[in-house]
């Protein structure tokens, strides 16, 4: 993975910034599962990620499998996914499929194009929504 990291500590927030070249689902599930390492290292249970990545458009296999993997690696935080790359119409829509599949599968989570609406969304989990998570 060559996937770039930036971490940055607030009060109850991880904010994460990735760069680099995005290569296929599993540069996703590598990024889900360092973010929620930092998180728990770090004892924060909102997360804002900022992506920045490049590369070929995710397709909807990929999708799917990276909508489970930030179920999975997400649960007991709650996400808010911000893209800072060109969307367009196709990748927007393939972004809504991920969204969907993790919620689904149980994601406290949102992607969102704006940051501000990012930290809006963030801020209004309520905390009794991760009394029940014991990490």
């Known amino acids: 993975m060559d996937i770039h990291f930036e971490f940055e500590l607030e009060e109850q927030l991880l904010v994460v910034t990735t760069s680099g070249p995005w290569h296929s ?8 599962n360092t973010i929620r390492e930092v998180a728990h290292r ?8 900022l992506d920045d990545t490049v590369g070929r458009p995710i397709t909807v296999l990929e999708s799917h499998i990276s909508g489970e993997a930030a179920a999975d690696a997400f649960r007991c935080l709650a996400v808010v996914y911000v893209p800072r790359y060109e969307l367009t119409p196709e990748l927007r829509q393939r972004l809504d499929f991920l969204e969907t599949v ?12 704006e940051e501000e609406a990012a930290r809006e969304w963030l801020s209004a989990v309520p905390s009794s929504y ?3 998570c014991d990490w």
């Open 102 to 113: 993790a919620k689904n599968r149980g994601l406290r989570g949102q992607v969102c194009l």
């Open 42 to 49: 770090h004892h924060r249970d909102r997360v804002l990620w």
């Open 25 to 32: 689902h599993e540069d996703s599930v590598a990024m889900c």
């Open 130 to 132: 991760f009394a029940m």
